[in-house]
């Protein structure tokens, strides 16, 4: 009964759509956001929710011709109540379409109930390699990147051009340090050079002297990756520690991201990094993007605004190609998937077939200009795929890269 | 007026069983999801309850047997397909086991340090959860855990699941309320109350702790078994410390010694954090004056203030925890 009743209704909704003059029948197209706005990455939450902001507000809050309702939710960088948030924006806002979340947990945890729900979702921050690679949602169309995937180029970066043979690693001890270490080592030992030694130091710490007290000084550099707290101690203490003079210190992007990089002085120059992104990025669309997003928040974007300012836009072509007809999930899903952006501020991006981006890697060194620290791009590596060089077919039978996955063969 | 007072508790509950009962098929899914979640805390609550209100043992490694009882969902749905009633034996087993191992180390110490020591083996049941990979998946954590199966009825849908809960709430509810009122339950009350009275009077007092933290314990593990098949996921933050600190929180709020109460703590803890947090960023800082307020105005909890003005309006001698 109750089905027939709702098949009724849909009918003369339908009926009552069609005769009205389009565009007068639809409210607006409603976005549900999700980001830590409280806890320990209150900040980063801030800098996504600037990003996506920022495109709303240059783009007068019209998407496709609709207007354009952003509801944001924190998710306390909680899977748990990250999953609560979105049920909520799905089944009590009746968002048409979902974006954000932080930290690779929050990514696994959400996966499966977006597809369960059946609305797109749009990760511009969320890393985790599986997420398209062994472990693929049909609702979850990733427009950020893989965390290994600037640690392809780089390593070979770092072995060929660098020329460094012997190199320690110094990582946080979870799946985002694992794969980023994972990337580099397995491009850089491919390429001649040998990881010499691994360390893994426990999320949120920030005393690591019994750590560099460790590293073997006859290596020739350290990779070192690091987040958020970690990010903001780590080059003092390394610099502290005699080794910057000693072992050159390489890094993964959030070792020097411009979040962090306001926080920390001369320690950090020097300091090169891989990521799909650099404020410093010397084309004409970073650049007003750099000084528009400088004039409206007061400091320098980070990847996180550039991924959910370009997210912004993501959704626009999308609504666009189905004629603003975002109600239409499947049709809007495809459209997702099918997106490029050709002139992001980080460069052209497109999806692979494994809806994964294809987009620049920078290869970034810590320089300081008019006593600001910036990531000078020193060389970029055009549309990287998260397989690299390598055939996905072929990739995809290594298992994911975890702790003990490349072994230290070296060590 | 007496009646009154004597009948006020009981109709609180009738008509929170109503509420319960009834007003599901009503509410937004939303609501309903979060309905499903404050069941699950308040069994966690209760749970806790037993030792911290009967026993006068505050443990702050509650988290850990939530987690047990999780990653025991997880692990035998997604891996071996493993049906309701298995997952929740060996979920509420395991938690038990997890108690009594545990319980053989924290009970050597009372007060201030038996809340470091609980701490602290709460603290390596997380630190298993992070770094046992092959086991636990790590920080990923679990995904993709589904719906229970093996039961009678299909509890697919987000109501029939609710009620499902429900009926595992009263379950514990009831069991929980043999307990405090059997003798075994008052012998607890008399440890909280004066261990060495009791021990002179003949009791083993050590036994009867031991066994009180290995029903909580067990209990922990149930409630962990429906959070993991509420959630679809688990990680190593149901076993935070954050979390522990909350389910003694919920304890507090509610009314300790009540086992209504810390369900009524629960009830209000789940439905701030997630209504309130949809209107404003600054939503911990009201959680935090619902706290300080709690602790300054009404160290007995909701309950205890209820009982207090209660008291007051019939002057007349109530009995120490409402009917059901």
Redesign the interface.
Known sequence: MARKLSITALVLLVAVALALPAGAQKGPIKIGFLAPMTGGAAQIGKDMTNGLQMWLEENGHQIAGRKVEVIVEDTQGQPNIALTKLQKLVESDKVHVLAGGLFAHVGYALAPKVDQLGVPMLYPVMAADDLTQRKPSKWVVRNGWTSSQPNHPFGEYVAKTLGYKRVVSIAIDYSFGWEQVGGFQKTFEEHGGQIVQKLWAPLGTTDFAPYLSQIKRDADAVFALMVAQSALRFPKQYQDAGLKAKLPLLGGGTTFDEFVLPSLGDEAVGGISALIYSAALDTPQNKRFVTEYRNKYKKVPSYYSEVCYTTGRWINEAAKAVGGEVENRDRFLAALRKVEVPDAPRGPVKLDAHGNPIQNVYIRKVEKKDGELWNTVIHTYPAVSQFYKYKPEEFLKQPVYDRNFPACKHC | METFVRRAPRAAALVAAVVLLALPPFV???ML??LT?ALVWAMLAMSLDLLLGFTGLASLGHAAYLALGAYSVGILTTRHGANFWTALAVGVLLAALGAAIFGLVALRATGVYFLMITLALGMTVWGLA?RW?SVTS????I??VPRPRGLPFDVSGALPFYYLVLTAFVVAFVILWTVVRSPFGKTLVGIRESESRMRTLGYHVWLHKYVGFVIAGAGGGFAGVFWAYY???V?P??SELATSVEILLMVALGGRGTLFGPALGAFVIVLL??VV??YT?R??LILGVVYIGTIVYAPEGIIGMARDWLKARGRAQLRPAPSP
Not at chain 2, 138 to 141: F, L, T, Y
Request: aromatic fraction near 12%; avoid cysteine; glycine fraction near 14%.
């Open positions: 937004s899914s939303f999801s979060l979640q992070n990979v790590g920080d990923n954590g995904s993709g959630n679809g996921f990680s933050a149901d954090k997630n947090s949809i960023h939503w911990l």
